[in-house]
């Protein structure tokens, strides 16, 4: 084997180690900011991957593709649910593999147990035992049932392609060398043999955009009248309890002045 | 032997090019706001509820995104990186990879200040990402080739500045946004406490002040590539005019930025949508008139 090959079958290793770990801890942190990001990561080893094979357009296109979709997926999931999960769940009992992808999550000091132990008052403890409870409560809401079920059919469709793999290894292998100028010959099938299925696939997604685009402006004839229906009353205030101090704005400045004149 | 020698200088000039933009840009700077290139805390700082994996990998993805870019960029007609088919093209996609540190840091560091930066980043990679591709696409029209040699190559009798002017200022712009100077610095601006910078202390700073003047440089140095003909000219060594080039669009971009009002990045997606797009898509349809009438495409 010379140096060549070697470098070859490392590189594959890291690459491999990188898309297989990066789909396990998508699987398995409790952080959904770390789940799109190992995701992303398990993606660019598919890249890694592509690239090995001489395939350098496509590996380029897969990191191209999922660096600023992956960023702008995460963003609107942030911004939509806030990360539940994250350093709360951290702290909870979990598997080994769930522990290990979301350790780092758990704050580096226990400040708030720090500060509170300092006053032994009764209504702190309280608190603690509120908080315990509560992450108790997550504990169990957070295991889904389904879970060691997919993990089972993974591992049993990984078992039938390694059988395969092993059962029949003559898998043909062509001495043949890519084309060093891939996005020329990529290009010209485009727009040459695949011209029309390349411009339907642009006309489809100008059509998306459009679409969403007018479902997203006020119309004047909504399909449904529950639509303006308001989805929140606005509630009536309680009523303040009674002040015996006359609020500042009730008294008549004038009136002070002219008093405090008569007195002088 | 020579392989490594010019390795070695290659990664020696890149070193140089950053230091010296790392001198330079706080004389180019007119106002407070110094963004990308303002000083992290001198102390080795720590967050007090970071996720530490995130906000340990951060800087190290920059470094590597600046490093990896640069193995493109051509500084003589010998002397390059590499000198692969789809070069700028990679060049562009591995450039992203700032955004998602940037990202990464934000997130990982959990302050609300850094966390607001991620969001505004991630909005204005949005923002230049399309238009930066139309810019680009006019000089490998020219040239028939993502190679950038080739691309240099291609403008021995006529740089793309003359041929492309429209394109050449859209890449200015882009660039801009790219680098996140002057207009453009909402994810690094005053009123976020500078954003990510204010979060990395001691060596981690450091790294980030690295690559951020770092990004700089490369993005002005694959300027001089694509419109100012790169390493090409009479009488000096190639790498000396190739310094000159860079230097000349990097003081140019901070020079026009200096001279503009800060944009928000609601501002910025506007600008871009309305018009850098519209700019780009006819910049492509000149570009391709002049291929027809047989200017530049040879």
Not at chain 2, 57 to 80: E, Q, R
Not at chain 2, 169 to 188: H, K, N, W
Not at chain 2, 250 to 266: E, H
Request: aromatic letters at 10%; hydrophobic letters at 50%.
């Amino acid at each position: 084997m010379n140096l060549g090959e070697a470098a070859q079958i490392f590189a594959f290793g890291v690459f491999a180690f990188i898309s297989i770990a990066g789909a396990l801890g998508m699987t398995t942190t409790m952080s959904m900011f770390r789940s799109g990001i190992f995701l992303m990561a398990s993606f660019i080893g598919v890249a890694g991957l592509f690239i090995l094979l001489m395939a350098d357009l496509l590996g380029m296109l897969q990191i191209m593709m999922y660096i600023g979709g992956m960023l702008v997926m995460i963003l609107f999931m942030v911004l939509f649910s806030n990360d539940p999960g994250g350093d709360m769940m951290a702290s909870m009992k979990m598997p080994f593999l769930e522990r290990f992808f979301s350790s780092g999550l758990l704050p580096q000091k226990k400040i708030h147990r720090d500060s509170h132990s300092h006053h032994n008052s009764r209504n702190n403890n309280n608190q603690a035992d509120k908080d315990e409870g509560m992450n108790m409560g997550m504990d169990m809401s957070m295991f889904t049932s389904l879970k060691p079920y997919a993990a089972w059919i993974g591992l049993t469709v990984t078992i039938v392609f390694v059988l395969l793999f092993l059962l029949f290894p003559d898998w043909p292998v062509k001495n043949f060398i890519p084309d060093q100028d891939s996005s020329h010959r990529i290009g010209m099938l485009l727009m040459g043999k695949y011209m029309m299925a390349f411009e339907g696939a642009g006309l489809m997604i100008l059509l998306g955009i459009y679409g969403a685009i007018y479902l997203a402006r006020p119309g004047k004839h909504p399909d449904s009248k529950d639509r303006n229906d308001p989805s929140s009353i606005n509630e009536e205030p309680p009523q303040a309890a009674e002040d015996p101090i006359e609020p500042f704005y009730n008294i008549n400045l004038k009136e002070l002045y002219e008093k405090s004149e008569d007195e002088k | 032997m020579g392989i490594i020698l010019s390795l070695a200088a290659v990664i020696l000039l890149f070193s140089a090019g950053t230091l010296i933009t790392i001198l330079i840009e706080p004389m180019l700077s007119t106002t407070d706001e110094e963004g990308p290139a303002s000083n992290s805390p001198k102390n080795n700082i720590y967050p007090v509820h970071p996720d530490s994996w995130l906000y340990n990998a951060a800087p190290a993805v920059a470094l590597a995104s600046m490093a990896a870019a640069s193995v493109v960029i051509p500084i003589d007609k010998s002397l390059a990186g590499a000198d692969i088919g789809i070069g700028l093209f990679y060049f562009i996609v591995i450039i992203d990879y700032m955004v998602l540190a940037v990202a990464l840091g934000g997130w990982g560091s959990n302050v609300p200040e850094s966390i607001e930066s991620c969001y505004r980043i991630i909005a204005q990679l949005v923002a230049y990402v399309v238009p930066l591709g139309l810019a680009v696409i006019g000089p490998i029209m020219m040239a028939k080739s993502m190679s950038t040699q080739n691309i240099i190559s291609s403008q021995s009798s006529l740089w793309y500045i003359v041929s492309q002017p429209l394109g050449f200022a859209l890449y200015i712009i882009t660039g801009l946004m790219q680098v996140y100077r002057a207009p453009f610095l909402e994810p690094f601006s005053n009123i976020l406490n500078n954003g990510i910078i204010s979060t990395y202390g001691g060596w981690r700073g450091k790294l980030w002040r690295i690559s951020l003047s770092g990004i700089l440089f490369i993005v002005a140095a694959m300027g001089a590539v694509l419109f100012l003909g790169g390493w090409s000219g009479p009488l000096l060594p190639g790498f000396v005019w190739m310094a000159i080039k860079t230097f000349a669009v990097l003081i140019l971009m901070k020079w026009i930025g200096q001279r503009m009002k800060l944009l928000s990045t609601a501002r910025m997606l506007e600008l871009s949508w309305k018009i850098l797009i519209p700019a780009g898509l006819l910049n492509v349809l000149i570009v391709g008139g002049l291929i027809l009438m047989g200017v530049g495409g040879k």
